[in-house]
């Protein structure tokens, strides 16, 4: 599995207690870091009766932890806490609970607790007996009445062949009620979606020290994997241009630096490959020399004779051949009648959504802080973004690229 980039992820401590329960914690692990969660599974040494370290280790987003003691960390009792955006317990034990509300910090998982300010739910799992005994009612209690939010058991079979009340909670219900949980605290709107951003001017070598390029600085693609990225997105950008990405995202995005339209077909056409969004905002070149020199030409060989030939569409290549469910958002510079353009431009492209913007009106287009764009849909809707900076130009973009696939998503 591709872990994709994690500084931006929200960060989850999965708490595993030792009851017969902790299997189906594997479930709640593989399906929080599928939803782009960054899982760190805490396991007590009774949990590890129950279920093996390495099952935990393979399917989360780092090793389990179980130590107090760990050489590597000298703090790991509050290093974990600390870094936490929620912790969950599945299963909590009635021992486990027990000590949680007593206070107690005799491992790692009772640590951490102690040690987090992150909303935490727990998930109680036991035989109906223990469920019922006004010990356990009387710490969950506890804990409730400080902020602990408990997904309660269900009624149907335990161990040993018993039913009751005491259950774990459904892995479902539980990944549901962590979401939530972390979109109460900001979850990010863009959260595990795989997003491909072109950006740049394309450089077609003359020779290898010329080349034919364009106007474009490559501000607006950047622009828009930076604002995917804060959004929770895991992004990779292929770009042409040397803009350095700003520090809090450098790390977390994808990036692939390239040169010319065929290095970039060949990058984005990679990438594209389970991608959910795809958006092209790369000035590629139309047209490059047909036969560049392998050497350098020299004026005394006299001024040479360009040939050029097109490059090939990537745009409408990857909607030629694009997955279900894949968004394809392309851009258009356009001098005056920019609308009329853009409209049949969205139609012969095949794309979802396409961004217009005039780069003869003034503070817009080419190697500017600010642009002003119409983004056209293909469900016939216009969106106009005036003039503003390209971080709000990026926003927008991402904006409609959330309606659009909501809007998709409710008609199929
Ligand atoms: O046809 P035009 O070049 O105006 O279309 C612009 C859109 O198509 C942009 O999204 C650009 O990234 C993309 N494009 C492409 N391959 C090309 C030329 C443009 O993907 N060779």
């Known amino acids: 599995m591709d872990a994709g980039p994690t500084t931006l992820r929200?960060?989850?401590?999965?708490?595993v207690c030792g009851g017969i329960a902790a299997y189906k914690a594997v479930e709640v692990c593989r399906r929080l870091v599928d939803a782009g969660v960054h899982v760190t599974p805490v396991l007590t040494d009774d949990a590890i009766r129950f279920v093996g370290e390495v099952t935990f280790s393979a399917l989360a987003s780092e090793p389990v932890q179980r130590s107090l003691w760990d050489e590597s960390s000298p703090i790991p009792h509050t290093a974990l806490g600390q870094g936490a955006d929620l912790v969950v317990v599945v299963p909590a034990t009635a021992h486990t609970i027990a000590r949680y509300a007593a206070g107690l910090s005799d491992d790692l998982l009772t640590a951490t607790l102690l040690a987090t300010r992150a909303p935490v739910l727990v998930c109680p799992a036991m035989h109906t007996e223990m469920w019922e005994h006004p010990s356990?009612?009387?710490?969950?209690a506890t804990l409730e009445r400080r902020g602990v939010d408990i997904v309660p058991p269900e009624s149907g079979r335990l161990a040993g062949g018993d039913s009751g009340e005491g259950r774990l909670?459904?892995?479902g219900v539980i990944v549901d009620r962590v979401l939530e949980r972390l979109g109460r605290a900001g979850r990010p709107d863009l959260l595990g979606a795989r997003v491909v951003v072109s950006a740049g001017g394309t450089r077609e070598a003359l020779d290898p020290v010329r080349f034919i390029t364009n106007r474009s600085s490559g501000k607006q693609g950047h622009a828009i994997a930076v604002a995917a990225a804060r959004r929770g997105a895991d992004v990779t950008l292929v770009t042409s241009s040397p803009l350095a990405l700003p520090p809090d995202v450098a790390t977390a995005v994808r990036r692939i630096d390239v040169e010319s339209a065929a290095d970039m077909e060949h990058a984005v056409g990679a990438a594209a490959d389970g991608a959910d969004v795809v958006v092209m905002a790369a000035a590629v070149a139309d047209f490059r020399p047909k036969r560049p020199a392998g050497r350098k030409l020299s004026k005394e060989e006299g001024i040479p004779e360009l040939v050029l030939e097109p490059t090939p569409d990537i745009l409408a290549g990857l909607a030629a051949r694009r997955p279900p469910g894949q968004l394809l958002v392309g851009f258009a510079a356009e001098?005056?009648?920019?609308?009329e353009r853009g409209r049949r431009k969205l139609a012969r492209k095949g794309v979802d959504l396409l961004v217009v913007n005039d780069v003869s009106a003034p503070g817009t287009g080419f190697d500017h802080d600010t642009n002003a764009?119409?983004?056209l849909g293909a469900d016939g809707s216009t969106t106009e973004v005036p003039l503003t900076s390209k971080d709000a130009v990026a926003n927008a973009v991402l904006d409609r690229v959330i309606a659009h696939h909501n809007e998709k998503r409710s008609t199929t």
């Open 10 to 15: 929200p960060r989850v401590v999965l708490g």
């Open 136 to 140: 356990v009612r009387d710490n969950l």
């Open 335 to 339: 001098t005056p009648d920019a609308l």
């Open 169 to 171: 909670a459904d892995p």
């Open 373 to 375: 764009v119409v983004i």
